[in-house]
């Protein structure tokens, strides 16, 4: 029996910490991961909320790193003592995503994952897995393309980030907008992944990067990761004008996940430019844009899903950039906290009073 962060309902505010939580049985393409650190991310609130969907009764989180502790006998690319990063989208490689080289779009895992409970408590209650791993729990099965090698040096608590707020962020820059040195650069909310959006801009040699946040006292910690400017809402307009001659920026990343963002993020964008959406929006939350605009504007707007990362090929390159100092893991944890104060770090989270709170297990 195991720790747990077990979600009854959807709408509960409380999580039910428990402690007779046990993992199913790993099968022949399937590995156990005794997790060593979870981040605690939005998504996560999201899938509380119903914003993002779930099955309960459900174990929450989904960005992790820990150690292989067993592996089925058709599993020969990882081994028990392996540290690993968690991908929660593992690509099966088969499908017609993975086969057009975009295994974030691959669904084959995730679909089996709303049906196939990977937990059970001790009266034999079945339980599954947010978003297919559930990584708020001392013990997780997934399949073993869904945790990726890392070396030993990396510590447990930046390499759980390399699992989430990392790829999505970084990756948007790199591999969705591909980003050119000398551009100016917008990103539109100052958490977590958009200091991951505004620290992917900065490597990538962005010449102005505007972190916008209603929430001023986000506005120094964007710039020690690599804002050059910030704004509000209400002073965006003259801020813009100030940078850009008015035109707009040729990049705005929206990293809130709600439809008022995207309308922010497109009009704070030049005629031709580009708006990335990263954040995960309600299904309910629709935007529009007249035709005449997005016709003669030429925008572009894109999706970023997991920052279109292919793990295997990205996390090395993540913890390159850390090695070489470029990559700020350890400033975007406000809180390394145990197990028992999830509840409180989800209420620290909602209030908007840190970056990323990590559980450490012991």
């Known amino acids: 029996m195991a720790r747990a962060a077990v979600l009854h309902a959807v709408g509960d ?68 003592g392996d540290h690993v990063v968690i991908n929660w989208t593992p690509d099966c490689g088969t499908c017609a995503e993975c086969r057009r080289g975009e295994p974030y779009l691959c669904m084959t895992f995730i679909a089996q994952a709303f049906g196939d409970p990977a937990f059970r408590m001790a009266d034999g209650t079945p339980v599954f897995g947010m978003a297919g791993v559930g990584t708020w729990a001392e013990e997780i099965v997934v399949p073993h393309q869904g945790v990726i090698k890392i070396d030993e040096d990396v510590p447990f608590e930046y390499a759980a980030l390399l699992g989430c707020g990392i790829p999505t962020g970084v990756g948007a820059v790199f591999n969705t907008a591909k980003l050119r040195p000398g551009a100016k650069v917008a990103v539109v909310g100052a958490g977590g992944v958009g200091l ?10 962005a010449s102005t990067i505007l972190a916008i946040d209603p929430n001023e006292a986000k506005h120094p910690i964007a710039k020690q990761f690599g804002a050059t400017h910030t704004a509000t809402l209400d002073d965006l307009d003259e801020t813009k004008g100030l940078l850009t001659g008015g035109q707009g920026f040729d990049t705005v990343f929206e990293v809130v996940g709600r439809s008022a963002a995207i309308t922010t993020a497109w009009n704070a964008t030049r005629r031709g430019g580009e708006v990335i ?18 016709l003669f504007d030429g925008k572009t707007l894109k999706a970023s899903l997991y920052g279109g990362c292919d793990l295997k090929r990205d996390v090395p390159m993540f913890v390159d950039l850390w090695r070489s100092g470029k990559l ?23 209030a908007g009073e840190v970056i990323r709170q990590v559980v450490l297990f012991d």
Do not use: Y
């Open 328 to 350: 700020d893991i350890d400033g975007l944890i406000s809180r390394r906290i145990r197990f028992e104060e999830l509840n409180g770090a989800l209420r620290a989270l909602e």
């Open 196 to 205: 991951s959006v505004i620290q992917g801009a900065k490597i990538a040699g």
């Open 13 to 80: 505010k409380e999580l039910d910490l428990r402690d007779d939580v046990s993992t199913v049985d790993p099968g022949p393409g399937q590995v156990k991961v005794k997790i060593r650190a979870t981040g605690v991310c939005h998504s996560d609130l999201s899938t509380m909320s119903g914003v993002l969907p779930s099955v309960p009764p459900t174990v929450v989180g989904h960005e992790g790193a820990g150690v292989v502790v067993e592996a089925g006998a058709h599993v020969t690319d990882v081994q028990v």
């Open 277 to 294: 959406v990263v954040g995960a929006g309600a299904a309910d939350d629709d935007w529009s844009q007249s035709a005449f605009g997005l």
